[in-house]
């Protein structure tokens, strides 16, 4: 079981920079890939970004990349999501997920089904 804690979100100006951080219970935590997906009011939840158990292999959503970084500290049981050059149209609820699965191809890897563990989400407003 993992139990994921978001922090990090608030309301910034377009072209600005926040940082996410997810925060992890349990001592498997290097075990779990580990994503950062978003879902905007009326919309579905979509996918940001993925990064495998060490830390190695990343992925993102064509819309972030290049703008978002996500890296892990396993040392630390956190997953973070960097997002700089914030564009309006990133306002959304923002949440960790985690499951204890690694070597995924991407369409896998960007289906909301396929994680087990998700956090509580905290919200980014970018105001134009």
């Known amino acids: 079981q993992v139990q994921l804690v978001e922090s990090g979100g608030g309301l910034v100006q377009a072209g600005g920079s926040l940082r996410l951080s997810c925060a992890a219970s349990?001592?498997?935590?290097?075990?779990?890939?580990m994503a950062w997906f978003r879902q905007a009011p009326g919309k579905e939840r979509e996918f940001v970004a993925a990064?495998?158990?060490?830390?190695?292999?990343?992925e993102y959503a064509d819309y972030v990349k290049g703008r978002f970084i996500i890296s892990r500290d396993n040392t630390k049981n956190t997953v973070y999501l960097q997002m700089n050059s914030l564009k309006p149209e990133d306002t959304a609820a923002y949440y960790c997920?985690?499951?204890?699965?690694?070597?995924?191809?991407?369409?896998?890897?960007?289906?909301?089904?396929?994680?087990?563990?998700w956090g509580q989400g905290t919200q980014v407003t970018v105001s134009s």
């Open positions: 349990g001592r498997t935590f290097s075990r779990y890939s």
């Open positions: 990064i495998s158990s060490s830390g190695v292999a990343t």
């Open positions: 997920a985690a499951a204890a699965r690694d070597g995924w191809g991407r369409s896998a890897l960007i289906r909301v089904h396929n994680w087990n563990y």
